[in-house]
């Protein structure tokens, strides 16, 4: 059932349909456009029982057990999941080795399910030392074992997960993005989703495309966005979420799927490398998966709370591929994919406040990667499951009208289940790392993950964000990366044609620096004079560029056009079309003055073998 | 076809799933075609098409009798109809196709002229001027030629006289641009400066859903679509290899005769 809405302050009389009119005139210039008025706007609304943001494991986990429960227990749910990713799956990736736990319990016949593509289980797992020209086998903590784990690509994963949600009756619209929340009259509480407008041009100007994002007004919404999600950071700002928990750390994965020759692969091998090439002030490893079809998908995780700004993760990962452990196996092969991605590293200290009144955090937006195990996706779907649990409990409770849902027994259950246990054993093993240094936090993971098993009393805590980890450019030693060498390293535009991401042009930029002249003069001068522009070496798209300004001409305009704004001869240009979603600007930025906001639904990296 | 009361106007809309214009395409490993397994998305010029059926509903209003998308394809192929119905269509045709037939531009015309014998008739057809697959272009001009009716293609600019029973087309040609007037019923094949196509919103999404779609097989239709070409083998262009600087005139001379594109000896 649609029916418009307005504001509520503006009735308009029905016979008024002055924007339905847009549509009809012909094409207008530029110039002749009205500004979009975010306090004027007519939307179609729609009514939801569950509204869920994000359709990866968590969003679909939560959608599928709600409509189990609906089978089970006989009273109807309506549920609608919105993903910004032009299809399911296309904006997801990992290494990945997924442990079926969840999904054991969420559909225990899934092996006899048409399609899963849980093909191809672990068969080994090692781990080995690097350094600049060999490798060595190394001991790993117990929880990097494999047995009974399978080998897959998340993209296709979720997009299997996608097909058996629908098959259940759940509505899932790829290409919107839950852009907005709607409060209660009070404000304190979630009453639903606003998906993004589009059709706005760069100055946020309306288009003949114009159409306004449309509300879902859900009972109990779920936001399962993953690491770092633009919705998940409004929420835990608004309702202090993260009040008395650690900051949320992250690590930057950057990945490629390879087709390497028949001689070299091992079905279900999977490695983890530590050492070269990252120095000890850096906390991150590599993963090398043989997957089902003879492709490997390798990649780098490096910990976002790196001190040398002038460190390119990209570059890091290229270079690696040179070393004679990945390039025996790269060798001769063809690289078919590309992608990255930033995931939680903070764990169970950094795991803020599940729920606020209306709606919940699930799977990634929350955190529960474990971080020694590297794996978070058996997590996020059974938090999605308890989270469906609650939620279909509170949709059977009398609600005012116009208060929110009441979702605290969702963080009951988490603190009852297998999560919370399983990330509490393995809680001060990541923090060691930046509390000891390199070699004193491998000493004392060795130690709590063999014997003590997180049953010390004391818990390590991390007190900053991974930006304000960042030291100044003149303390540190700029990095001489090696040039690509193709077929097997690359050049960072290259890799990002492979992600097939692309936004629609004539759209306001979604990476949003504070407004204004003074601001981007600010973020340019500090970024250039103190961090030798890290962006434009961290962002995994080449986003980011520290570029020479244009002649005097250009800077007399600089009041008309912020983007032309610059310091000491230099501006930012941000090459948003680039984009492949992986939110690292928004943590790594040293200025901590940028911020990731949705683009246009169904732009983005199309993923489908990561 | 039929002649049809001059007063309504019945379009045909047919559309095609492709490979997302956006997606790195890559030979499979058979070298028998392109990786499939990869994001699919409508045709960008059957967009154009459709956009520009439903702006002449929006222009003629009650003139246009109906729209209604058609589509030849597997089983997937049916997002692409919803996709249409989002933009404005008002039913569907779904001539289902086995998931790896190939379906060529002839057994697609034909295909075309068999549904509108059926579900006709139809007094405009606009369909985008080629695929981006296979970039033939032919399909729209083959329908013309099997129906034996007039063709105007290139379009970016269409105009329909309902009354008078004819369209005015602006054709985009080698030379600039040449309009022309042809008599309905008639084919149009849509070009890229026809228009710049809506957003599907979330809301016509969702009502996309309860409009109808119809589904055929080409057996239903008396359509043989085995196809007349045999794919021998397909690769990618081989890899560009570097160029070289020359000091001055008389190497560049001396290095295009020994590579045979100058007469004479190097």
Not at chain 1, 86 to 95: F, N, T
Not at chain 1, 347 to 356: D, E, T, W, Y
Not at chain 1, 571 to 593: A, R, Y
Request: glycine share 10%; net charge neutral; charged share 25%.
């Amino acid at each position: 059932m649609l029916r418009r809405v307005l504001p509520r302050q503006l009735r308009l009389p029905a016979a008024s349909s002055s924007r339905r009119a847009l549509h009809l005139t012909p094409r207008r210039r530029a110039e002749d456009r009205d500004t979009f008025d975010p306090a004027n706007v007519e939307r179609a609304s729609d009514d939801v029982d569950v509204c869920i943001v994000g359709a990866g494991p968590a969003g679909l986990s939560a959608a599928i057990r709600l409509k189990q429960l609906e089978k089970e227990r006989g009273r109807d749910v309506r549920v609608v999941v919105l993903e910004k990713g032009s299809e399911v799956g296309a904006h997801i990736l990992s290494g990945a080795v997924i442990e079926p736990r969840a999904l054991d319990e969420l559909l225990p016949d899934w092996k006899t399910m048409e399609g899963h593509p849980l093909t191809q289980p672990a068969t080994s797992s090692t781990m080995r030392w690097l350094t600049a020209t060999g490798s060595y086998p190394m001991p790993h903590p117990p929880q990097m074992n494999n047995t009974g784990n399978y080998v897959v690509s998340l993209s296709q994963f979720t997009a299997w997960l996608g097909g058996v949600a629908e098959a259940e009756g759940v509505e899932i619209y790829p290409g919107f993005a839950g852009a907005g929340a709607v409060y209660t009259d009070d404000g304190t509480g979630v009453l639903g989703v606003v998906t993004n407008e589009v059709g706005l041009d760069r100055k946020f100007r309306m288009k003949d495309s114009f159409e306004p994002g449309m509300e879902f007004r859900a009972k109990v919404t779920l936001v399962a966005e993953g690491a770092h999600g633009s919705l998940s950071k409004v929420l835990q700002n608004k309702f202090r979420l993260r009040d008395g928990r650690d900051p949320q750390t992250y690590g930057i994965g950057v990945k490629e799927v390879w087709r390497v020759r028949p001689e070299v692969y091992e079905a279900g091998k999977t490695v983890h490398t530590m050492g070269w090439p990252l120095t000890t002030d850096m906390y991150g490893g590599s993963w090398l998966y043989h997957m089902a079809d003879g492709m490997v998908s390798v990649g780098l995780v490096i910990g976002l709370d790196y001190p040398n700004p002038y460190v390119s993760p990209y570059k890091e990962f290229q270079r690696m591929k040179h070393h004679p452990y990945f390039k025996s196996l790269l060798e001769g092969g063809e690289c078919l994919a590309y992608g990255a991605r930033t995931l939680n590293e903070g764990g169970f200290q950094s795991i803020p406040k599940l729920h606020f009144p209306g709606g919940a955090l699930i799977g990634c937006s929350a955190g529960f990667l474990n971080v020694p195990k590297i794996k978070g996706t058996h997590n996020a779907m059974k938090s999605g499951m308890l989270a469906a649990e609650a939620a279909y409990d509170a949709l059977g409770e009398e609600v005012q009208q116009g208060q929110a849902a009441d979702m605290s027994a969702y963080e009951e259950k988490i603190r009852q289940s297998w999560v919370w246990s399983e990330l509490r054993e393995v809680r001060n093993l990541r923090p060691s790392f930046a509390k000891f240094g390199f070699w004193g936090g491998l000493m004392y993971s060795g130690v709590d993950s063999l014997i003590t098993k997180g049953r010390t009393p004391w818990t390590l805590h991390t007190t900053v964000g991974d930006a304000e980890h960042t030291k100044k450019a003149r303390d540190c030693k700029p990095i001489d990366y090696p040039p690509p060498q193709p077929p097997l390293s690359f050049d960072i535009l290259t890799s990002v044609s492979l992600t097939g991401t692309n936004h629609a042009e004539d759209q306001p930029v979604h990476l949003r620096l504070n407004a204004g002249v003074d601001a981007r003069k600010q973020h340019v001068r500090e970024n250039v004079e103190e961090y030798a522009g890290l962006l434009g070496r961290a962002c995994p798209a080449s986003v980011y560029e520290y570029v020479e300004q244009d002649a005097a001409p250009a800077r007399e305009r600089e009041g008309e056009n912020v983007e032309e704004v610059g310091w000491g001869g230099k501006k930012l240009v941000i090459n948003s079309q680039n984009c492949i979603h992986c939110k690292l600007c928004d943590i790594k930025v040293p200025t901590q003055d940028i911020n990731w906001t949705v683009p246009e639904g169904g732009g983005g990296p199309k993923y489908s073998l990561t | 076809m039929r002649p049809t009361p001059r007063s309504l106007l019945r379009i045909l809309v047919p559309v095609k799933r492709c490979v997302d214009y956006a997606v790195k395409i890559r030979v499979n490993a058979q070298q028998t075609g392109v990786e499939t397994n990869v994001k699919h998305s409508m045709n960008p010029f059957d967009e154009i098409a459709v956009e520009e059926a439903v702006r002449l509903r929006e222009r003629l209003k009650d003139a246009v009798k109906g729209i209604t998308a058609v589509t030849i394809g597997p089983s997937k192929a049916q997002e692409t109809l919803r996709t249409a119905l989002a933009m404005g269509a008002d039913d569907a045709v779904h001539v289902e196709t086995p998931e790896a037939a190939i379906v060529e531009p002839l057994a697609v015309a034909k295909l075309l002229r068999a549904v509108m014998d059926k579900k006709g008739p139809y007094d405009l057809v606009i369909l985008g001027k080629q695929a981006i697959d296979d970039d033939a272009g032919q399909t729209g001009q083959m329908l013309a030629g099997l129906l034996g009716c007039a063709q105007a293609t290139f379009a970016s600019k269409l105009d329909v006289d309902v009354g008078a029973g004819t369209a005015d087309v602006t054709r985009e040609i080698d030379g600039g641009l040449e309009q022309v007037r042809v008599k309905l019923p008639a084919i149009v094949t849509a070009d890229l400066r026809l228009n710049e196509p809506r957003y599907a919103s979330l809301p016509n999404i969702m009502k996309a859903k309860k409009k109808p779609l119809e589904k055929l097989k080409p057996e239903d239709l008396g359509v043989d679509i085995t196809p007349r070409l045999q794919m021998l083998k397909v690769t990618e262009p081989p890899k560009r290899v570097g160029g070289q600087k020359v000091d001055n005139v008389d190497e560049l001379i001396a290095k295009l005769k020994k590579a045979g594109v100058l007469p004479g000896a190097a």
